[in-house]
């Protein structure tokens, strides 16, 4: 049995144990979707609260159908999505939310660790839906879950997965490369040097093109969103040369083809940067897929999550 | 009350001696009379019984940040000089990064009078290179040194200007003030809130990395050198950098430098779970430049051991995110015990290293009489008990603020008294 943490915070948290577990619940809920009615009472009554502090479309809709099909209610709370919003204004949000008896929160915030300050002040189960560069941990259920369906179990020793692109700012990198450690796979990383920081986590190999990335036969590619706006300080000359050295080309796309290897990104995509228009419809783009194990993997996680909030019944 | 004390079979701590001597000393009219052991009980004196415990003399820290004017509400003159009494120091140096900051004659002035009314030991005051620190303008230095500001430093701030750092050294050096660093390459720290590495990356927080500071140490040597001032840098934390001050100073360069408790007992890999309590600027560095910083402490790289005293309220503090909360911790009443706790118990170095460094030395360079537990020094004294021990409660601390991962944990050692000029300002047991 394994018992119910009070938050998802970050991946490195849980235990081997704890990932194959939460994977293992995301399964039946994949198969709920095949149904019409893909609803299940399990978080009747229960309140779900999201505050996104960082412009998001396609997570925090996520979260809600995630919740919804769950039969929570759920209330996506508008907040400035500025930058200045500070850890001690969302506390004073966080008070709000505890008046209202929210029994789940479902934070992103630019700030690395607000997640993390938010849950030591609230009895609500606090869910991390991106903080900054740091962690972004449902990301990371719903990317292993998706190779839990490539790879047939959760098992993932032996399994090479390369991750190109910012490893720097990306909290999917962090957290993503992190679940994929824990679950035995090998993990390289590409990408321009002003991205790929000198100081990665154990065991996290480093190449310098693709044509050295392609040697160690990847099973996985997995492409980072490349961010245009990051304070006006450049890290590589243009999109341009990005796409033509750590893109992936139509020519490279022929390689790969050739190996079987599959496509990942967290989306959403920028055509002509990662990735070449013709890569999205290759049959082993697992794009959509992620997008529809995101729900899945989050439902798990509403599910495994246990609220520490005083109640009279 | 007679004014005459006598410290019984006390351990007297002093720079030039490795080992601990066991005397007598006599207090009288404010200044020490007498050193020797057997020292006859005359009529009318208080006597200490001492035995078992260290006499140092009061502690003199450089690097203090007291908040007032403008910042009362995490520390005023009054509170922090109780915390610098409370952790044994009896002299402090106060940072101009007031508000408004310390840039004018006037305003030293208005803060060696507060002192005055507020303190009960000596507070000095630095003034600031440039006008509001902003880096484009001299202060009037003149006016200031004759204000009675010791010392000249943009402290929180480089001077990015290396022409303006250049004049402004030429200028102070006919006055005979030192230009205190603080060694930042503002381009290369960007957002970055803790030391550049492992850890921030793990924890997704933009580094300071050490070249940020290694860069404007060697910047600010070789203007000093260019110009013969005196320059003296501060909080250092990284080896590289010490490298780089101890060339210097083998080249004659007239550079003295200073490293905070914290950077000698801390490292990156504290910095867990975003607790702001390990937040400051220059940031907490390696397990490595740890080690490296002590030996070359005992070495004698480091002139002085200062605290950068950086209180900030519970509020900034601990209602805020990582990288939204200010830097800076507070150190004047846990320094000795700590330095104590980490490094004079376990025999990495001895009390003569804390009295050279914590209590001589900074006097020293700032042309201040010399205090010592020796015949004719003034009587500035602590009482330590090294087998008691000290508890950082809230309770426990005089500061406004309570903002050092030291909060509410226990430390070997711990102050029984503390006397300035004769004056006993603290007594515990």
């Known amino acids: 049995m394994i018992e119910p943490r009070k938050d998802l915070l970050q991946i490195a948290d849980l235990s081997r144990e704890e990932v194959e577990h939460l994977l293992g619940a995301a399964q039946p809920f994949k198969e709920l979707f095949k149904r019409s009615v893909k609803k299940v009472p399990t978080l009747q009554g229960k309140t779900v609260l999201s505050l996104f502090y960082e412009p998001s479309t396609r997570t925090s809709s996520s979260f809600e159908v995630a919740a919804k099909r769950l039969s929570a209610d759920v209330t996506n709370l508008a907040v400035a999505t500025s930058s200045v919003v500070k850890g001690e204004s969302v506390l004073d949000t966080v008070d709000t939310l505890q008046a209202m008896r929210a029994d789940y929160i479902i934070i992103r915030h630019k700030q690395a660790g607000i997640p993390n300050l938010v849950a030591r002040h609230t009895g609500a189960a606090v869910i991390n839906a991106g903080d900054g560069f740091h962690a972004h941990p449902t990301q990371a259920l719903l990317d292993a879950s998706t190779l839990h369906d490539v790879f047939g179990g959760s098992d993932f020793s032996g399994k090479r997965i390369l991750i190109v692109g910012d490893i720097l700012h990306s909290r999917v990198a962090r957290s993503t490369s992190c679940i994929l450690a824990k679950l035995g796979a090998d993990v390289g990383v590409l990408g321009p040097g002003t991205l790929v920081p000198e100081h990665r986590p154990e065991g996290m190999r480093k190449f310098s093109d693709f044509e050295q990335a392609f040697d160690w036969k990847p099973e996985v590619i997995y492409l980072l969103r490349v961010q245009f706006e990051r304070q006006g300080e450049q890290f590589f000359p243009s999109a341009g040369e990005y796409h033509s050295v750590y893109g992936l080309t139509d020519e490279r796309l022929d390689r790969v083809r050739d190996q079987g290897v599959w496509v990942m990104h967290p989306g959403p995509v920028n055509r002509g940067v990662e990735l070449a228009d013709s890569v999205m419809s290759y049959e082993r783009c697992l794009i959509n897929q992620q997008v529809e194990n995101g729900i899945a993997a989050r439902m798990a996680v509403l599910y495994w999550l246990k609220p520490q909030l005083e109640s009279t019944a | ?429």
């Open chain 2, 1 to 429: 009350m007679s004014d005459m004390t006598l410290f019984k079979n006390a351990s007297i701590a002093s720079a030039g001696a490795k080992e601990l001597a066991v005397s007598d000393v006599l207090i009288k009219g404010g200044r020490i009379k007498a050193v020797a052991p057997g020292l006859v009980v005359e009529e009318g004196v208080r006597v200490v019984e001492a035995g078992g415990k260290v006499l140092l003399p009061g502690l003199f820290d450089l690097h203090v940040h007291l908040r007032e004017p403008g910042q009362t509400s995490k520390e005023d003159i009054a509170s922090g000089s109780e915390a610098a009494i409370n952790g044994g120091v009896t002299g402090i140096v106060a940072m101009p990064n007031t508000i408004p900051a310390i840039d004018s004659g006037g305003l030293v002035r208005s803060v060696m009078d507060i002192a005055k009314r507020n303190s009960r030991i000596p507070v000095y005051t630095t003034g600031c290179i440039t006008k509001e620190r902003a880096g484009e303008e001299m202060t009037p230095i003149a006016g200031m040194k004759s204000a009675g500001a010791v010392m000249l430093t943009d402290d929180g701030s480089p001077v990015c200007n290396p022409q303006l750092l250049r004049r402004a050294m030429e200028y102070a050096r006919e006055f005979d003030l030192p230009l205190a660093s603080h060694c930042e390459t503002m381009e290369l720290s960007g957002q970055g809130a803790m030391n550049e590495g492992r850890v921030s990356y793990q924890m997704g927080i933009p580094g300071i990395p050490a070249i940020s500071e290694e860069i404007c140490i060697a910047r600010d040597i070789q203007i000093a050198e260019y110009t013969g001032a005196h320059l003296h840098i501060q909080h250092v934390t990284t080896a590289r950098g010490m490298e780089i001050i101890r060339r210097a100073k083998g080249d004659g360069v007239n550079v003295t430098c200073e490293v905070a408790p914290h950077h000698l007992i801390f490292n990156e890999e504290h910095v867990i779970d975003y607790d702001t309590h390990y937040k400051m600027n220059p940031p907490l560095r390696t397990k490595e430049d740890n080690e490296r910083l002590v030996a070359g402490l005992i070495e004698g790289v480091f002139d002085v051991i200062a605290t950068d005293h950086a209180p900030h309220t519970d509020f900034e503090k601990r209602q805020q995110d990582f990288a939204s909360a200010p830097f800076g911790i507070t150190g004047l009443e846990t320094a000795l015990p700590s330095l104590f706790h980490y490094f004079i118990k376990p025999g990495v170095f001895g009390w003569d290293l804390l009295v050279e460094r914590y209590a001589s030395e900074p006097r020293r360079i700032l042309k201040l009489d010399e205090v010592a537990v020796a015949e004719g020094s003034s009587a500035d004294l602590v009482l330590f008990d090294p087998d008691g021990t000290t508890t950082f409660s809230r309770k426990f601390m005089c500061s406004k603020s309570c903002n050092t991962p030291f909060l509410d944990r226990e430390l070997g050692g711990r102050v029984n008294m503390v006397m300035s000029h004769g004056e006993v300002l603290l007594e515990r047991d």
